[in-house]
């Protein structure tokens, strides 16, 4: 398969692409709420913390006490009502409560409505990852096809290559639409 050392780099930068890609998938799909209380929900909240702007989830632990509550319990207490007025206005739909201690969460189950929006908002991030992996199969296959024109694979070198890109390609592809397969399950239940 590895014809020389470039080919063995081009192939393993392809599949470093492919992870990055596959990654941010995961990412996208752990911020959607799902009707199930979920900590990385609260991932992309911001918190002005003493002037520097700071994520909610290094300033306190985040947990999920069962399937319809995550539960925020502060390090610093004195940050009670910027993390509220934080949950309050990000597009999540939250309404939190506190009883001055800890803030409450309350996960509601999503309307049918609702969760075929979250559908195609999944779709959506999964066609996304497609294509930014195919565009990472065509700059590999760009790459080979300079190594062809300096002589330094052969034709038949370029053809075994491309094959294999496009295996590499389509194994990823199956990964994100196995996850993404699961994700549409877990948003339609009820």
Known sequence: MFTNQEDKTLYENLKKHLDGN???FLSE???VRAGRANPRLLDKIMIDYYGTLTPLNKMANISAPDPRTILISLWD???LREVLKAIQTSD???NPSDDGKVIRLYVPAPTEERRLELVKMVRKFAEDT????RNGRREALDQFKDLKKKSIITEDDLAV???EVQKIL???TDKVDQ????KEKEIMEV
């Open 130 to 133: 497609r294509i930014n992996m």
């Open 22 to 24: 596959y990654d941010h």
């Open 170 to 172: 389509n194994s990823y």
């Open 92 to 94: 999540l739909g939250f």
């Open 29 to 31: 799909l752990g911020s």
């Open 77 to 79: 207490i004195s940050m």
């Open 161 to 163: 290559a491309e094959k």
């Open 179 to 182: 996850t993404l397969a699961q």
